[in-house]
Protein backbone atom coordinates (compact mmCIF):
# COMPACT_ATOMS: atom_id res chain seq x y z
CA UNK A 1 0.00 0.00 0.00
CA UNK A 2 1.57 3.41 -0.62
CA UNK A 3 1.91 6.09 1.59
CA UNK A 4 0.04 9.11 0.57
CA UNK A 5 1.62 12.33 2.10
CA UNK A 6 -0.54 13.73 4.79
CA UNK A 7 -2.23 17.83 4.57
CA UNK A 8 -0.04 18.94 7.39
CA UNK A 9 3.48 17.15 5.54
CA UNK A 10 2.05 19.50 2.28
CA UNK A 11 1.25 22.59 4.29
CA UNK A 12 4.71 22.46 5.84
CA UNK A 13 6.82 22.06 2.72
CA UNK A 14 4.61 24.57 1.47
CA UNK A 15 6.05 27.01 4.35
CA UNK A 16 9.23 25.69 3.98
CA UNK A 17 9.23 26.97 0.09
CA UNK A 18 7.83 30.12 0.95
CA UNK A 19 9.74 30.91 4.13
CA UNK A 20 13.47 30.28 1.20
CA UNK A 21 11.89 32.15 -1.29
CA UNK A 22 10.92 34.95 1.21
CA UNK A 23 14.62 34.99 2.66
CA UNK A 24 16.59 34.77 -0.33
CA UNK A 25 14.36 37.02 -2.78
CA UNK A 26 12.08 38.99 -0.90
CA UNK A 27 8.20 38.18 -0.21
CA UNK A 28 7.09 40.25 -3.03
CA UNK A 29 9.66 38.40 -5.81
CA UNK A 30 7.73 34.95 -5.67
CA UNK A 31 4.43 33.90 -6.55
CA UNK A 32 2.35 30.52 -6.06
CA UNK A 33 3.62 29.10 -9.13
CA UNK A 34 6.99 29.15 -7.73
CA UNK A 35 5.84 27.76 -4.52
CA UNK A 36 4.12 24.91 -6.51
CA UNK A 37 6.99 24.41 -8.98
CA UNK A 38 8.87 23.85 -5.64
CA UNK A 39 6.92 22.05 -4.04
CA UNK A 40 5.60 20.01 -6.53
CA UNK A 41 1.77 20.57 -5.89
CA UNK A 42 -0.75 22.42 -7.77
CA UNK A 43 -1.35 26.38 -7.14
CA UNK A 44 -5.05 24.72 -6.17
CA UNK A 45 -3.69 23.09 -3.64
CA UNK A 46 -1.26 26.20 -1.97
CA UNK A 47 -4.78 28.15 -2.06
CA UNK A 48 -6.29 25.14 -0.31
CA UNK A 49 -4.03 26.20 2.78
CA UNK A 50 -3.52 29.56 2.27
CA UNK A 51 -6.14 31.65 0.46
CA UNK A 52 -4.18 34.49 0.39
CA UNK A 53 -1.26 35.91 -0.11
CA UNK A 54 -1.65 37.87 2.77
CA UNK A 55 -2.48 34.95 4.80
CA UNK A 56 0.09 33.40 4.15
CA UNK A 57 2.71 35.59 4.76
CA UNK A 58 0.96 35.97 8.30
CA UNK A 59 1.56 31.93 8.86
CA UNK A 60 5.11 32.61 7.86
CA UNK A 61 6.13 35.19 10.64
CA UNK A 62 3.64 33.16 13.16
CA UNK A 63 6.03 30.44 12.59
CA UNK A 64 9.05 32.43 12.41
CA UNK A 65 8.86 33.84 15.95
CA UNK A 66 8.34 30.13 16.86
CA UNK A 67 11.45 29.15 15.43
CA UNK A 68 13.59 32.13 16.56
CA UNK A 69 12.21 31.59 20.06
CA UNK A 70 13.08 27.77 20.28
CA UNK A 71 16.59 28.57 18.59
CA UNK A 72 17.39 31.73 21.64
CA UNK A 73 15.66 28.84 24.38
CA UNK A 74 18.89 26.54 22.76
CA UNK A 75 21.42 29.51 23.06
CA UNK A 76 20.61 29.47 26.66
CA UNK A 77 20.53 26.54 27.07
CA UNK A 78 24.12 25.44 25.47
CA UNK A 79 25.91 28.92 26.64
CA UNK A 80 26.61 29.89 30.42
CA UNK A 81 27.62 33.11 29.81
CA UNK A 82 25.97 36.39 28.52
CA UNK A 83 29.38 36.77 26.41
CA UNK A 84 28.50 33.17 25.03
CA UNK A 85 24.30 34.29 24.78
CA UNK A 86 25.19 37.31 22.83
CA UNK A 87 27.76 35.56 20.44
CA UNK A 88 25.46 32.45 20.11
CA UNK A 89 22.54 35.03 19.40
CA UNK A 90 24.71 36.50 16.67
CA UNK A 91 25.52 33.08 15.29
CA UNK A 92 21.64 32.80 14.43
CA UNK A 93 22.09 35.46 11.91
CA UNK A 94 25.27 34.03 10.19
CA UNK A 95 23.61 30.88 9.75
CA UNK A 96 21.25 32.75 7.92
CA UNK A 97 23.56 34.22 5.49
CA UNK A 98 25.72 31.12 5.12
CA UNK A 99 22.26 29.40 4.09
CA UNK A 100 21.74 32.14 1.41
CA UNK A 101 19.16 34.38 3.45
CA UNK A 102 18.43 37.12 5.72
CA UNK A 103 16.08 36.98 8.64
CA UNK A 104 12.24 36.58 7.70
CA UNK A 105 10.82 39.36 10.07
CA UNK A 106 13.76 41.68 8.53
CA UNK A 107 12.91 41.61 5.07
CA UNK A 108 9.11 41.41 5.89
CA UNK A 109 9.72 44.79 7.69
CA UNK A 110 11.40 46.27 4.52
CA UNK A 111 8.22 46.64 2.99
CA UNK A 112 6.05 47.27 6.38
CA UNK A 113 4.08 50.45 4.30
CA UNK A 114 3.25 47.46 1.74
CA UNK A 115 2.00 45.13 4.27
CA UNK A 116 -1.77 43.95 5.55
CA UNK A 117 -2.33 45.79 8.83
CA UNK A 118 -2.78 41.92 10.29
CA UNK A 119 0.87 41.59 9.64
CA UNK A 120 1.93 44.92 11.32
CA UNK A 121 1.23 43.98 14.93
CA UNK A 122 2.92 40.65 14.94
CA UNK A 123 6.54 41.95 13.29
CA UNK A 124 6.25 44.33 15.68
CA UNK A 125 5.97 41.66 18.71
CA UNK A 126 9.35 39.59 16.53
CA UNK A 127 11.36 42.53 17.39
CA UNK A 128 10.04 43.30 20.58
CA UNK A 129 10.30 40.00 21.74
CA UNK A 130 14.24 39.87 20.16
CA UNK A 131 15.06 43.25 22.23
CA UNK A 132 13.55 42.16 25.41
CA UNK A 133 16.17 38.99 25.12
CA UNK A 134 18.91 40.76 23.97
CA UNK A 135 18.64 43.71 26.76
CA UNK A 136 18.17 40.84 29.25
CA UNK A 137 21.55 39.15 28.15
CA UNK A 138 23.12 42.82 28.15
CA UNK A 139 21.87 43.32 31.45
CA UNK A 140 22.65 40.28 33.24
CA UNK A 141 26.41 40.62 31.21
CA UNK A 142 26.42 44.01 32.63
CA UNK A 143 25.63 42.84 36.28
CA UNK A 144 28.26 39.58 36.37
CA UNK A 145 30.94 42.45 35.07
CA UNK A 146 31.23 40.84 31.39
CA UNK A 147 29.94 44.03 30.37
CA UNK A 148 30.46 47.67 30.08
CA UNK A 149 28.41 50.37 28.34
CA UNK A 150 26.43 53.12 28.88
CA UNK A 151 22.47 54.06 29.24
CA UNK A 152 20.06 51.09 29.58
CA UNK A 153 19.98 47.54 28.82
CA UNK A 154 17.14 47.68 26.29
CA UNK A 155 18.80 50.90 24.61
CA UNK A 156 21.99 49.11 24.03
CA UNK A 157 19.91 45.76 22.77
CA UNK A 158 17.79 48.02 20.27
CA UNK A 159 21.33 48.88 18.59
CA UNK A 160 22.76 45.59 18.77
CA UNK A 161 19.37 43.93 16.82
CA UNK A 162 19.66 47.08 14.44
CA UNK A 163 23.44 46.35 14.03
CA UNK A 164 22.60 42.65 13.04
CA UNK A 165 19.46 42.97 11.23
CA UNK A 166 21.65 45.97 8.81
CA UNK A 167 24.73 43.99 8.96
CA UNK A 168 23.45 40.76 7.34
CA UNK A 169 21.40 42.99 4.46
CA UNK A 170 24.68 44.52 3.35
CA UNK A 171 26.61 41.19 3.84
CA UNK A 172 23.70 39.43 2.01
CA UNK A 173 23.64 42.29 -0.58
CA UNK A 174 27.82 42.22 -1.31
CA UNK A 175 27.52 38.17 -0.67
CA UNK A 176 30.89 38.75 1.85
CA UNK A 177 30.15 36.21 5.11
CA UNK A 178 33.49 37.72 6.65
CA UNK A 179 32.02 41.34 6.40
CA UNK A 180 29.14 40.27 8.79
CA UNK A 181 31.54 38.50 10.58
CA UNK A 182 33.77 42.04 11.15
CA UNK A 183 30.76 43.55 12.25
CA UNK A 184 29.91 41.23 15.06
CA UNK A 185 33.40 40.84 16.24
CA UNK A 186 33.32 44.80 16.08
CA UNK A 187 29.71 44.52 18.04
CA UNK A 188 30.79 42.17 20.82
CA UNK A 189 34.08 43.87 21.03
CA UNK A 190 32.18 47.27 21.93
CA UNK A 191 30.44 46.23 25.36
CA UNK A 192 33.13 42.66 26.14
CA UNK A 193 35.20 43.54 28.71
Not at 96 to 107: E, K, Q, S, V, Y
Request: glycine share 8%; aromatic share 8%.
Amino acid sequence: MPITESRTDTRERILNAAQMFAQMRGFNAFSYADIAEAVGVRKASIHHHFASKDDLELELVQRYRLQFGAQLACVERDQATALGRLTGYGALYRATLIAGGICLCGMMASDIRALPEALRKPLHDFFAEQAAWLSGVLDDGRKNGEFVFRGPALRRAQLVLATLQGGLIIAHASQDVSQFDSLLDDLVASVAQ
